[in-house]
Protein backbone atom coordinates (compact mmCIF):
# COMPACT_ATOMS: atom_id res chain seq x y z
CA UNK A 1 0.00 0.00 0.00
CA UNK A 2 1.50 3.50 -1.10
CA UNK A 3 1.34 6.43 1.82
CA UNK A 4 -0.88 7.88 -0.02
CA UNK A 5 -3.26 5.16 0.30
CA UNK A 6 -2.80 4.87 3.78
CA UNK A 7 -3.13 8.58 4.58
CA UNK A 8 -6.84 8.18 2.53
CA UNK A 9 -7.81 5.43 4.75
CA UNK A 10 -7.29 7.27 8.01
CA UNK A 11 -8.20 10.58 6.97
CA UNK A 12 -11.27 11.78 9.82
CA UNK A 13 -13.81 13.74 8.37
CA UNK A 14 -16.90 15.11 10.57
CA UNK A 15 -19.71 16.89 8.09
CA UNK A 16 -22.25 18.75 9.98
CA UNK A 17 -22.11 16.36 12.97
CA UNK A 18 -24.93 16.91 15.63
CA UNK A 19 -25.98 15.41 18.04
CA UNK A 20 -28.83 16.12 20.47
CA UNK A 21 -29.51 13.82 23.40
CA UNK A 22 -33.75 13.57 24.57
CA UNK A 23 -34.16 12.68 27.63
CA UNK A 24 -37.78 12.66 29.94
CA UNK A 25 -38.76 14.96 27.08
CA UNK A 26 -35.53 17.48 27.89
CA UNK A 27 -33.10 17.77 25.09
CA UNK A 28 -28.92 19.08 24.93
CA UNK A 29 -27.83 19.79 21.99
CA UNK A 30 -24.49 18.14 22.79
CA UNK A 31 -22.84 19.30 19.68
CA UNK A 32 -24.53 21.84 17.20
CA UNK A 33 -23.29 21.44 13.48
CA UNK A 34 -19.76 20.74 13.67
CA UNK A 35 -17.34 20.01 10.85
CA UNK A 36 -13.80 19.01 11.17
CA UNK A 37 -11.20 17.04 9.64
CA UNK A 38 -8.70 15.00 11.38
CA UNK A 39 -5.59 14.37 9.16
CA UNK A 40 -3.40 10.75 9.86
CA UNK A 41 -1.40 10.86 12.55
CA UNK A 42 -1.87 14.39 13.94
CA UNK A 43 -2.25 14.25 17.94
CA UNK A 44 -5.84 16.20 18.42
CA UNK A 45 -6.03 17.80 21.71
CA UNK A 46 -9.68 18.68 23.04
CA UNK A 47 -10.22 20.86 26.16
CA UNK A 48 -13.41 22.73 27.16
CA UNK A 49 -15.27 23.00 30.31
CA UNK A 50 -17.42 20.57 31.65
CA UNK A 51 -20.54 19.95 29.72
CA UNK A 52 -19.23 20.93 26.49
CA UNK A 53 -19.61 17.94 24.46
CA UNK A 54 -15.92 16.49 24.51
CA UNK A 55 -16.78 13.09 25.35
CA UNK A 56 -19.99 12.93 23.38
CA UNK A 57 -17.44 13.70 20.40
CA UNK A 58 -14.71 11.16 21.19
CA UNK A 59 -17.74 8.65 21.71
CA UNK A 60 -19.34 9.11 18.35
CA UNK A 61 -15.55 8.91 16.77
CA UNK A 62 -15.33 5.77 18.80
CA UNK A 63 -18.88 4.35 17.03
CA UNK A 64 -20.44 4.11 20.92
CA UNK A 65 -22.88 6.85 20.10
CA UNK A 66 -24.22 7.85 16.79
CA UNK A 67 -24.86 11.83 15.60
CA UNK A 68 -28.77 12.80 15.21
CA UNK A 69 -27.55 14.58 12.21
CA UNK A 70 -24.29 14.39 9.53
CA UNK A 71 -21.63 11.65 9.10
CA UNK A 72 -18.38 10.74 10.28
CA UNK A 73 -15.89 8.91 7.84
CA UNK A 74 -12.58 7.12 8.47
CA UNK A 75 -11.42 7.32 4.95
CA UNK A 76 -14.45 5.88 2.64
CA UNK A 77 -16.22 4.41 5.64
CA UNK A 78 -18.97 5.84 7.46
CA UNK A 79 -18.60 4.75 11.30
CA UNK A 80 -21.49 2.98 11.87
CA UNK A 81 -19.89 1.30 15.88
CA UNK A 82 -16.75 0.77 17.33
CA UNK A 83 -13.84 -1.27 15.42
CA UNK A 84 -10.88 -2.81 16.47
CA UNK A 85 -9.33 0.09 14.20
CA UNK A 86 -10.23 2.79 17.15
CA UNK A 87 -8.87 1.92 20.09
CA UNK A 88 -10.34 3.58 23.07
CA UNK A 89 -8.55 4.71 26.69
CA UNK A 90 -10.97 5.73 29.77
CA UNK A 91 -10.09 7.26 32.70
CA UNK A 92 -10.36 4.49 34.58
CA UNK A 93 -8.48 1.55 33.20
CA UNK A 94 -11.31 -0.77 33.68
CA UNK A 95 -9.23 -4.01 33.26
CA UNK A 96 -10.70 -7.23 33.96
CA UNK A 97 -9.78 -8.28 37.61
CA UNK A 98 -9.93 -12.04 37.22
CA UNK A 99 -7.46 -12.08 34.51
CA UNK A 100 -3.56 -11.42 35.18
CA UNK A 101 -2.05 -8.17 33.61
CA UNK A 102 -0.65 -10.20 30.09
CA UNK A 103 -4.13 -12.28 30.01
CA UNK A 104 -6.17 -8.38 29.86
CA UNK A 105 -3.44 -7.11 27.59
CA UNK A 106 -3.66 -10.10 25.42
CA UNK A 107 -7.58 -10.07 25.13
CA UNK A 108 -8.62 -8.44 22.00
CA UNK A 109 -6.00 -11.35 20.46
CA UNK A 110 -7.65 -13.73 21.93
CA UNK A 111 -11.17 -12.33 20.37
CA UNK A 112 -9.37 -11.85 16.88
CA UNK A 113 -8.80 -15.89 17.26
CA UNK A 114 -5.04 -15.74 17.45
CA UNK A 115 -3.10 -18.19 18.74
CA UNK A 116 -2.25 -18.86 22.89
CA UNK A 117 1.77 -18.67 22.25
CA UNK A 118 1.27 -16.06 19.47
CA UNK A 119 -0.79 -13.57 21.44
CA UNK A 120 1.09 -14.30 24.68
CA UNK A 121 4.69 -13.36 22.39
CA UNK A 122 2.68 -10.23 21.28
CA UNK A 123 1.44 -9.34 25.02
CA UNK A 124 4.99 -9.85 26.15
CA UNK A 125 5.96 -7.84 23.35
CA UNK A 126 3.36 -4.96 24.57
CA UNK A 127 4.09 -5.16 28.05
CA UNK A 128 7.47 -4.92 27.65
CA UNK A 129 6.93 -1.25 25.34
CA UNK A 130 4.87 0.32 28.52
CA UNK A 131 7.13 -0.58 30.92
CA UNK A 132 5.26 -3.76 32.62
CA UNK A 133 7.30 -6.79 31.56
CA UNK A 134 7.67 -7.54 35.43
CA UNK A 135 3.91 -7.43 35.87
CA UNK A 136 2.53 -9.96 33.21
CA UNK A 137 1.45 -12.47 36.55
CA UNK A 138 0.10 -9.78 38.82
CA UNK A 139 -3.64 -8.80 39.23
CA UNK A 140 -4.66 -5.83 38.13
CA UNK A 141 -5.11 -4.47 41.59
CA UNK A 142 -1.59 -5.47 42.78
CA UNK A 143 -0.44 -2.31 39.88
CA UNK A 144 -0.90 1.13 40.84
CA UNK A 145 -3.06 3.87 38.94
CA UNK A 146 0.04 4.20 36.44
CA UNK A 147 0.61 1.10 36.00
CA UNK A 148 -2.97 0.07 35.57
CA UNK A 149 -3.20 2.70 32.77
CA UNK A 150 -0.13 1.74 30.93
CA UNK A 151 -1.73 -2.21 30.78
CA UNK A 152 -4.92 -0.12 29.35
CA UNK A 153 -2.53 1.21 26.73
CA UNK A 154 -1.32 -1.85 25.85
CA UNK A 155 -4.13 -3.68 25.94
CA UNK A 156 -5.75 -0.99 23.34
CA UNK A 157 -1.72 -1.24 21.20
CA UNK A 158 -1.96 -4.83 21.15
CA UNK A 159 -4.50 -4.61 18.76
CA UNK A 160 -2.81 -2.00 16.44
CA UNK A 161 -5.85 0.62 16.43
CA UNK A 162 -4.94 2.92 13.88
CA UNK A 163 -6.89 5.67 15.54
CA UNK A 164 -6.65 6.08 19.26
CA UNK A 165 -9.11 7.90 21.15
CA UNK A 166 -8.28 8.83 24.82
CA UNK A 167 -10.64 10.27 27.49
CA UNK A 168 -8.93 12.09 30.10
CA UNK A 169 -6.63 8.77 30.73
CA UNK A 170 -4.59 10.85 33.23
CA UNK A 171 -6.89 12.75 34.71
CA UNK A 172 -7.20 10.63 38.00
CA UNK A 173 -3.54 10.40 38.54
CA UNK A 174 -1.05 12.02 40.58
CA UNK A 175 1.52 14.46 38.86
CA UNK A 176 4.14 13.18 38.95
CA UNK A 177 3.40 9.78 37.36
CA UNK A 178 0.53 11.75 34.83
CA UNK A 179 3.99 13.40 33.44
CA UNK A 180 5.86 10.25 32.89
CA UNK A 181 2.98 8.80 31.16
CA UNK A 182 2.57 12.02 29.17
CA UNK A 183 6.12 11.32 28.03
CA UNK A 184 5.84 7.59 26.93
CA UNK A 185 2.75 7.83 25.39
CA UNK A 186 4.82 10.81 22.96
CA UNK A 187 7.54 8.03 22.95
CA UNK A 188 4.87 5.68 21.55
CA UNK A 189 2.79 7.60 19.37
CA UNK A 190 6.36 9.24 17.41
CA UNK A 191 7.64 5.58 17.13
CA UNK A 192 3.60 4.19 16.22
CA UNK A 193 2.27 6.95 14.19
CA UNK A 194 -1.27 6.62 15.22
CA UNK A 195 -3.56 9.35 14.92
CA UNK A 196 -4.86 10.46 18.88
CA UNK A 197 -7.61 12.39 19.63
CA UNK A 198 -7.33 13.15 23.29
CA UNK A 199 -9.68 15.06 25.57
CA UNK A 200 -7.96 16.22 28.44
CA UNK A 201 -9.45 18.93 31.27
CA UNK A 202 -5.45 20.56 31.13
CA UNK A 203 -4.75 23.16 29.03
CA UNK A 204 -0.95 22.61 29.81
CA UNK A 205 -1.66 18.50 28.92
CA UNK A 206 -3.17 19.39 25.23
CA UNK A 207 -0.36 21.76 24.44
CA UNK A 208 2.26 19.55 25.46
CA UNK A 209 0.86 16.06 23.64
CA UNK A 210 -0.73 18.11 20.92
CA UNK A 211 -0.08 18.76 17.13
CA UNK A 212 -3.42 20.94 17.03
CA UNK A 213 -5.55 22.29 20.02
CA UNK A 214 -9.29 22.08 20.22
CA UNK A 215 -11.50 24.21 22.50
CA UNK A 216 -14.85 23.63 22.65
CA UNK A 217 -17.73 25.50 24.30
CA UNK A 218 -21.43 24.62 25.61
CA UNK A 219 -24.36 25.43 24.90
CA UNK A 220 -24.22 24.25 22.71
CA UNK A 221 -21.40 22.38 22.82
CA UNK A 222 -19.25 23.39 19.71
CA UNK A 223 -15.55 24.41 18.65
CA UNK A 224 -14.90 27.88 19.30
CA UNK A 225 -10.78 27.33 18.84
CA UNK A 226 -8.77 25.20 16.75
CA UNK A 227 -4.95 25.78 16.04
CA UNK A 228 -1.67 23.84 15.44
CA UNK A 229 0.44 23.79 18.33
CA UNK A 230 3.17 25.43 15.89
CA UNK A 231 6.09 25.67 17.52
CA UNK A 232 7.00 22.17 18.17
CA UNK A 233 7.22 21.70 14.32
CA UNK A 234 6.29 18.19 13.19
CA UNK A 235 6.47 16.48 16.65
CA UNK A 236 9.35 13.71 15.39
CA UNK A 237 11.74 14.75 17.62
CA UNK A 238 11.41 13.78 21.66
CA UNK A 239 10.11 16.41 22.96
CA UNK A 240 11.78 18.39 26.00
CA UNK A 241 9.33 19.43 29.00
CA UNK A 242 11.59 22.49 29.17
CA UNK A 243 9.59 23.42 26.70
CA UNK A 244 6.62 24.04 28.81
CA UNK A 245 8.52 27.17 29.55
CA UNK A 246 9.49 28.98 26.43
CA UNK A 247 7.48 31.78 25.77
CA UNK A 248 5.76 30.12 22.66
CA UNK A 249 4.42 27.92 24.87
CA UNK A 250 3.25 30.59 27.55
CA UNK A 251 1.45 32.71 25.00
CA UNK A 252 -0.41 29.01 23.28
CA UNK A 253 -1.17 28.49 27.15
CA UNK A 254 -2.85 31.86 27.78
CA UNK A 255 -4.59 32.21 24.21
CA UNK A 256 -6.38 28.79 25.06
CA UNK A 257 -7.22 29.72 28.58
CA UNK A 258 -8.45 32.81 27.59
CA UNK A 259 -10.68 31.05 25.17
CA UNK A 260 -12.03 28.59 27.87
CA UNK A 261 -12.82 31.36 30.21
CA UNK A 262 -14.58 33.14 27.46
CA UNK A 263 -16.60 30.10 26.64
CA UNK A 264 -17.51 30.20 30.42
CA UNK A 265 -18.38 33.52 30.27
CA UNK A 266 -15.48 34.46 32.84
CA UNK A 267 -13.33 36.73 30.68
CA UNK A 268 -10.78 38.36 33.29
CA UNK A 269 -10.97 35.67 36.15
CA UNK A 270 -7.85 34.11 36.90
CA UNK A 271 -6.39 31.49 35.26
CA UNK A 272 -5.99 28.04 36.33
CA UNK A 273 -3.55 26.23 33.90
CA UNK A 274 -3.36 22.73 35.26
N1 LIG B 1 -26.42 10.04 27.58
C1 LIG B 1 -26.78 11.31 27.75
N2 LIG B 1 -28.08 11.65 27.86
C2 LIG B 1 -28.46 12.92 28.01
N3 LIG B 1 -27.61 13.97 28.05
C3 LIG B 1 -26.31 13.70 27.94
C4 LIG B 1 -25.82 12.36 27.79
N4 LIG B 1 -24.46 12.40 27.71
C5 LIG B 1 -24.13 13.70 27.80
N5 LIG B 1 -25.23 14.48 27.95
C6 LIG B 1 -25.25 15.94 28.03
O1 LIG B 1 -24.60 16.45 26.88
C7 LIG B 1 -23.76 17.56 27.20
C8 LIG B 1 -22.33 17.24 26.80
O2 LIG B 1 -21.85 16.19 27.66
P1 LIG B 1 -20.38 15.56 27.52
O3 LIG B 1 -20.26 14.48 28.52
O4 LIG B 1 -20.13 15.23 26.10
O5 LIG B 1 -19.48 16.81 27.93
P2 LIG B 1 -17.95 16.88 28.35
O6 LIG B 1 -17.41 18.10 27.70
O7 LIG B 1 -17.28 15.59 28.05
O8 LIG B 1 -18.06 17.09 29.92
P3 LIG B 1 -17.03 16.72 31.10
O9 LIG B 1 -15.81 17.55 30.87
O10 LIG B 1 -17.76 17.11 32.34
O11 LIG B 1 -16.77 15.25 31.02
C9 LIG B 1 -23.95 17.80 28.69
O12 LIG B 1 -24.93 18.80 28.85
C10 LIG B 1 -24.45 16.48 29.20
O13 LIG B 1 -25.27 16.64 30.35
Known sequence: MTSTATDLSTRVVLTEVRKEYVTAGESVLALAPTSLTFEPEEFVCVVGPSGCGKTTLLQMLAGFQAPT????????????????????????????????????????????????????????????????????????????????????????LITDPRIILMDEPFGALDAMTREKLQLELLDLWRERRKTVFFVTHSVEEAIFLGTRVIVMGARPGRVIYDRKVWFKGDNREPVDTAVRSTPEFVAMRDEVAAKIYEAQGLIGATVALH
Not at 88 to 104: E, G, I
Not at 117 to 134: F, K
Open 69 to 156: EGTIMVGNTHIKGPDPDRGVVFQQANLYPWLSVRKNVEFGLKMRGVLRAERAAEADRMLEMVGLELYGDRKPYELSGGQQQRCQIARV
